[in-house]
């Protein structure tokens, strides 16, 4: 992406009340000169200010007011000068004016999915973990996603990275003089203090590795699928869990015949919820294709929770049913109905997955059934959020550098400074690659092209 010309786009959701239109580039105040006009010049206002006026198009002279404010650079939020239009909202109003921005004799160029904030990485007013954070901060779909993100812009990652990237160049510049002046003592650390530090600066690394699981799920969620028998109240819990109705529920065995999918959030867990058809021999047609496609949840399911109907006779059925669809991933059985069994925990028979007992129309047993999806998803005891939590893009590079670390203690400890030389120089080309410090042209366009146009 060029950086040297000014470009503008809507950076607001269509549809509201107010759109914000940003113009970035060295020619952002001749560009907003053509479209805004005020009692007050913007080049002549201090930065910062929002001044009233109104949208000048070549078609339309009185046009609607408009606040516009100047940003200069660097002190702005791709480092470019920027001038922001505050317009009417509505679809029409920001097309409008956006079309105006870009059409006149000073057009702008439109800029490009995640631009403005590719342009602020560019000009070194964030690096690229705080640049991928802002992505993630819009997409965060629960409050410990929106606060892991929060922590990865304020550069705590950054920070990190940085710090193991400072470690590992300092040796680097002793193993090279090492190699220059081998004839020579320059007060040199001894090999024992190379290693202790590598050492230090694996577990680092082997920490931020492992926060790429909970990196996962915060940033893609799971998917967690609904099965069970008919009439075990799947649909039921589906409604409750999503706080509204949104699947039909009957005393009819086989009323969902399709699959439901929403979104939730689960003690901050997102996740995608499948609600699905229960599982039996079909009666029809279209109840046999409806069960093929749970079956097939099932199998993209990261995590099931299996209805079993607790008021039923025969609770073999039940249990026979789970254990030959379930699959062995994340599974938790769920006895429902037990507001209809009476001295129900003396009848329930063990069974190899975590277990709980609730009534959906009672609404018992429903914190316990959150905590054991916590416990699951997780897979220890979660009271804390965890500092940082890497994408599988970080997690692939620091990989890298915690593969290369032991060959640079070995090659310390023999003396062999050149080969030591290379290894470090691969573990600190990939804490590189994280932060943008060195990275090709392609993968920063594959990153930003995932930001929506506007940020
Ligand atoms: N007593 C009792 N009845 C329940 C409970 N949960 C659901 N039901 C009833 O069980 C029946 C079936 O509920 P659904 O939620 O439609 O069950 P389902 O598993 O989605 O059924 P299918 O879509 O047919 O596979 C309805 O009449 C519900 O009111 C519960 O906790 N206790
Ligand atoms: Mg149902």
């Known amino acids: 992406m060029n950086t040297d010309d000014t470009i503008a786009a809507i950076c607001t959701g269509l549809g509201g009340a107010i759109s914000i239109i940003r113009i970035s580039g060295t020619e952002a105040l001749q560009t907003a000169a053509e479209t805004w006009s005020g009692t007050r010049k913007l080049s002549k206002s201090s930065a910062r200010t929002m001044l009233l006026g109104k949208i000048v198009t070549d078609n339309d002279q009185t046009g609607d007011p408009a606040l516009a404010v100047y940003m200069p650079g660097p002190n ?4 470019d000068d920027v001038v922001e239009l505050h317009c009417h909202g509505g679809t029409l109003s920001a097309r409008r004016t956006l079309n105006a921005v870009i059409t006149n004799a000073n057009g702008a160029r439109m800029a490009e999915p995640g631009e403005f904030t590719y342009r602020a990485f560019m000009n070194g007013k964030m690096d690229l973990t705080q640049a991928e954070a802002v992505a993630d901060l819009i997409n965060a779909h629960s409050e410990m996603a929106l606060h ?3 922590r990865q812009v304020d550069g705590v990652l950054k920070d990190i990275v940085n710090n193991c990237y400072t470690e ?4 680097l510049a002793e193993c090279e003089s090492r190699m220059d002046f081998a004839e020579e003592d320059l007060g040199w650390s001894n090999q024992q203090v190379y290693q202790d530090k590598i050492n230090r600066i694996s577990q680092k690394i082997e920490r931020l590795i492992a926060s790429g699981r909970e990196g996962g799920i915060l940033r893609n969620g799971i998917r967690v699928v609904l099965a069970g028998r008919p009439n075990s109240g799947k649909s039921s819990l589906l409604n409750l869990l999503l706080g509204y109705d949104r699947a039909i529920v009957t005393d009819l065995p086989g009323t969902t015949r399709d699959i439901l999918e929403e979104t939730a959030n689960l003690r901050n867990i997102p996740v995608k919820l499948t609600d699905t058809a229960g599982i039996r021999e079909a009666t029809d ?18 995590a099931v929770f299996w209805l079993l109907d607790a008021s039923t006779d025969n609770l073999t059925e039940e249990i026979d049913e789970m254990l030959a669809h379930a699959g062995n991933n994340k599974v938790i059985a769920i006895w429902n109905k037990i507001d209809a069994v009476e001295r129900h925990s003396l009848i329930l028979p063990d069974i190899i997955f975590p277990t709980v007992e609730i009534s959906v129309e009672q609404q018992l047993g429903i914190d316990e059934l959150l905590d054991k999806f916590e416990t699951v998803v997780w897979e220890y005891p979660h009271d804390e959020e965890p500092e940082v939590a890497v994408s599988a893009r970080h997690a692939a590079l620091l990989a890298e550098v915690f593969a290369v670390l032991p060959e640079v203690i070995e090659t310390t400890a023999s003396s062999d400074w050149e080969l030591a030389a290379v290894h470090l120089r691969a573990a600190i080309a990939a804490l590189g690659a994280i932060t943008g410090e060195n990275i090709t042209p392609d993968v920063l366009d594959n990153i930003f092209s995932r ?3 506007g940020k």
């Not at 702005?76 to 480092?79: L, P």
């Open 148 to 150: 892991m993100a929060e």
């Open 451 to 453: 930001f929506c146009i």
């Open 76 to 79: 702005s939020y791709t480092g």
């Open 285 to 302: 047609l279209i109840e046999g294709l409806g069960i093929d496609r749970s079956k097939q949840s099932l199998k993209q399911a990261q």
């Open 168 to 171: 590992l160049t300092d040796l």
